[in-house]
């Protein structure tokens, strides 16, 4: 809907496009995530009209790297998110979470503000080439030219047009993030449309629904008789029916959803480093999600003698091997019970003792315990503590995530919070070392619009990198080196971090303590201090 002006100087076009693209994004029942800019001010005002009207969600951050991993948490549960941002070096400071986003299948719209083409490679303030910024992080990168007055009857159709494409490409079967780039001149702003009226006038035309893209294709038959493993990476999960029927023995990362099967080999990692004969005798591995923890593992996948059947996922297709076959239909074969049973009677032999005393081994299995119910969501950071689970993670059922498309510390903050506002009945926990934490410690900041959270940051400092000791590196150079230049060990009080952004704080000494302040509500720091 267009409100028609007599007086043409008040007439922004900028303000009606981004009035209708907004709307119809809503229309999607699309959530916006936004950092504040003079460029994109047309979109934040149509967004936040929306908001106040209680038609749409709306986040607000200072920082575009915060935000765009905050969008990206809630797109792990609530589909494709919208993300507005000015021109310039904010478009750039996405590019961390759009990578992400890209490797682990997830939907992410970006609404990048631009300047009018002619400025670029002018000197222009504010002004580079946006267009091809994310590369291929992106499944399709939209240039859109700056409306003007003559194109306002258009503007609602072109509007329609781009939101449609964009919504299907990043919801499409392997979600992605899409780029629309909308260049604005001046006036860049208006009070009118109002988006709200404009949402309205689409409501009644039309109900937005995206196409289900359930498989309904035959299975693809295997071979089970030859010794198989199943290999189950970080979002596995999506087919855990399919990996329970196999019957085979399953390597399942702590992210992968399959761990608390019954045929999962919860030691596997033991097994591998340890060489034993049963791991001589496989000769086809199934693998589904994306496994990324374990080098055994992917000395196994390498193995010259090992056929890989591949089967796609929302991460896309894990190739690594010799002997690679995709796999886009659900797999299917006879079990083998007694291959099964010889990898558990393996499993059940590793020595399980343990000294008593709040370490990292604790740590991950008083945390698993903790998040077994099912409001609970586990988000892990990319340090040691991830392998670390791999060994020990019990088999409890529990909602994990971590962002193992490229499997970097930052915006690890942020993907929690995001979740966190995606799911506001769960408690979310967020389990990392301290590097990690300080790498996005400015997504501690609050925003009284998010709400209570329920969000545990759970901090385990070794006072630095302790991830590289496991590297060839820390045997190639002297001590001093390695400390300085790889371990990097900070002395910042994370007490005091707390108290300056408003979250709680407790630093658990015990077992007995850490187990008390699992059972803390609210936005909370929980800090373990190790040698």
Known sequence: MINNQTDTELVSPAQIFSAHIIAELAAWGRDFWLAPGARSQALAIAAAQLAEAGKANLHV????????????????????????????????????????????????????????AELRDK???????????????????????????????????????????????????????????????EPLSATTPDAVEVLESIWNEEEKEVASTEETTAGFPIDLSIPTVVIAGANAGVHAAEIQNLGLPVFAEPTSGVRHLEQSILR???????????????????????PTLSRPVIALLKRSDVKVFVR??????FEIGNDITKVDNHIEGARNGAWLESWQQESNQVDLSHADGLDRRTIISKTWAASHAADTILVLGASQLIREADFYAPGNQVRAWANRGLSGIDGTIATATGIAIQEPENQVRALMGDLTFLHDVGSLSIDKNDGPLDLQIIVVNDNGGKIFSNLEVAQSVGANTFERVFQT???????????????????????TDYELALEIKGRVIIEVKLD
């Not at 596997?268 to 994306?290: C, F, H, I």
């Not at 796609?312 to 297709?317: I, S």
């Open 268 to 290: 596997y990692r033991t097994l591998l480093e340890n060489n034993t004969a049963l791991l001589s005798e496989v000769k086809q591995l199934v693998v589904y999600g994306k």
């Open 489 to 511: 060990p900070q002395n910042v009080d994370i007490s005091k971090l707390a108290e300056a952004y408003g979250w709680q704080y407790v630093n658990p000494e015990t077992v």
């Open 61 to 116: 951050r200072i920082d575009e790297r915060s935000l765009g991993f905050s969008a990206l948490g809630a797109s792990v549960y609530g589909g494709p998110q919208v993300i507005i941002t000015t021109s310039g070096t904010a478009v750039a400071n996405l590019h961390p979470a759009v990578l992400e986003a890209h490797h682990s299948g997830l939907g992410l719209i970006l609404l990048t503000a631009d300047r009018p």
């Open 123 to 185: 000197g222009a303030n504010q002004t580079t080439n946006q267009v091809g910024i994310f590369s291929d992080a992106v499944i399709e990168c939209i240039d859109v030219a700056a409306p003007t007055v003559e194109d306002i009857p258009n503007l609602p159709r072109l509007a329609k047009e781009l939101v449609e494409k964009a919504v299907l490409l990043a919801w499409g079967k392997r979600a992605q993030p899409v780029q629309l780039n909308l260049q604005f001149i």
């Open 312 to 317: 796609e996922g929302q991460m896309g297709a």
